[in-house]
């Protein structure tokens, strides 16, 4: 099948790259593996990046006549909320793509509507309250400790351990941060204390559940400081210095287990999402299951979470490219 790879690059000039060469040169880039497990497959792949120019990526889309895009957009121009309007091209465009629409990316990037519509459907989320201005008003029926995060942002951008605060002051300066860096509005939610666990699901009208990962703090004493930070996430040396791990969850309780299954399959149908998602939970240590935020098309390199809990349940990393190209098929069949 003729197979379109598009993905955001990080700097301009990148667009005319012979992406396949990179691989070969092992380069690394997430989208490579992507592309990698379309070519073993079998795929006619064409890798499509682009910066700032998507005049040239419709162009080149309109020259390879794709039978399917594999929609690997992060962001545009680095800004992850725009993720949304590169779908909506390919969208109108007519194109079939894998992975959500661009309103369930858009709802979901919403981290207080996206809170709002779970609430109506009866999944625990923590409460929250946002700051659109530097003018704070005392949080009102959510009490200290909070953490504040931007409203549009993911991979923990703009989110580090000073995110926690305990009081009036601190909250307004971590406000501040968020207006004066990130440029948009802050959410203060109240601080979950709990063990953090991911689930993936592939499918769409039938979901699948992937084993559960669980990001673990053990050398983090203080509770409220457990937390996925940017440097938690992303630096290496960070994660060993503090002993942060993402490993296959350790024992749940089976309650806690059924009401986060729950939550999960309420949260991909009740916000739209498609073919592959992660939703990100906190359990407290009295069992409350609290959904922490969805996200559609979840980072799935190789060697990540979402590629290696498809590998626990028996899927190969060829084989979980496949699944979500034949998810994406057979979600338009249907239509
Ligand atoms: N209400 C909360 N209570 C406890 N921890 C939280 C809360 N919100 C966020 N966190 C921590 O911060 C991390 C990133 O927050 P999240 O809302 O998922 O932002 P992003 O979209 O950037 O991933 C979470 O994985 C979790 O560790
Ligand atoms: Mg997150």
Known sequence: MKIAVVFDTPARGWEDADFKQEIAAEVYEPEYDVADALMENGHDVFL?????????????????????VFNCTESFMGRARYDYGVAALL?????R????????????????TSKKILSYHGVRVPRFQVYDSDRIEPPSGIAFPLIVKPMHEDASVGISQASVVTDLDGLGERVAFIHRALNQPAIAEELIEGRELYLGMIGNHKVQLLPTIEITFDRIEEPSLRIA??????????????????????????EARKEMERAAHIAFHALGLRDYARIDFRLTRDQKVYLLEANPNPFIAF????????????????DFIERIVSEALKRYEAA
């Open 48 to 68: 499509i990046g682009f910066h700032d120019n998507l005049r040239r990526m419709l162009d080149r889309l309109e020259e390879f006549e794709p039978e399917l």
């Open 91 to 95: 969208e109108m465009k007519g194109y």
């Open 97 to 112: 793509y894998t992975g959500s629409s661009p309103e369930a990316l858009l709802l979901a990037r919403d981290k207080a």
């Open 229 to 254: 930070t940017y440097s938690a996430k992303w630096d290496l040396d960070y994660r060993q210095r503090w002993g942060i791990k993402n490993i296959f969850a350790r024992r749940l309780g089976a």
């Open 303 to 318: 060697g990540e979470d979402m590629a290696n809990a498809a590998e626990r349940s028996g899927l190969d990393y060829y």
